[in-house]
């Protein structure tokens, strides 16, 4: 048995890749809190929906298109983490027209964060009772 082929661990590698790519788009909001005219970006949330039926279809959460000879171009996605991202401004616009909230950024930040060691949890207890099932112990 193959560990990738697993569906909760194919999709609890799909939902850190999500976070990941989130985390990135927020560090660039507020590195640019100060930038004249910057939009506050995010990342299209995840469907589970869509998630369960990539797993059962076998997708496992690759997109996009696949070099299946040495000669092809390897295609890199153009948004973090090959998800979707799209503006999404804050409450309030600055003056200068920037909608970056440093208050609402750390955040969906902390929210992220928080997210991701969720799941990497999940991850190891979901190793972790593997290794209990086959009769294994320890790292």
Do not use: C
Request: proline residues 6%.
């Amino acid at each position: 048995m193959n560990l990738p082929d697993v569906p909760l661990l194919s999709m609890l590698k799909g939902s850190m890749a999500w976070l990941e790519a989130r985390q990135s788009v927020l560090s660039q909001n507020v590195s640019n809190a100060d930038t004249p005219n910057y939009v506050a970006r995010d990342v299209k949330p995840l469907d589970f929906a869509e998630m369960l039926k990539q797993s059962a279809d076998g997708d496992k959460f690759h997109h996009g298109l696949a070099t299946t000879d040495s000669r092809h171009i390897a295609i890199t996605p153009s948004s973090p983490g090959g998800f979707d991202s799209a503006d999404s401004p804050d409450i309030e616009t600055a003056p200068n027209g920037n909608s970056v909230s440093l208050e609402e950024e750390m955040i969906k930040v902390s929210e992220t964060q928080a997210q991701f060691q969720a799941a990497t949890n999940l991850y190891s207890k979901a190793l972790s009772m593997m290794r209990t099932a086959i009769g294994k112990s320890g790292p």
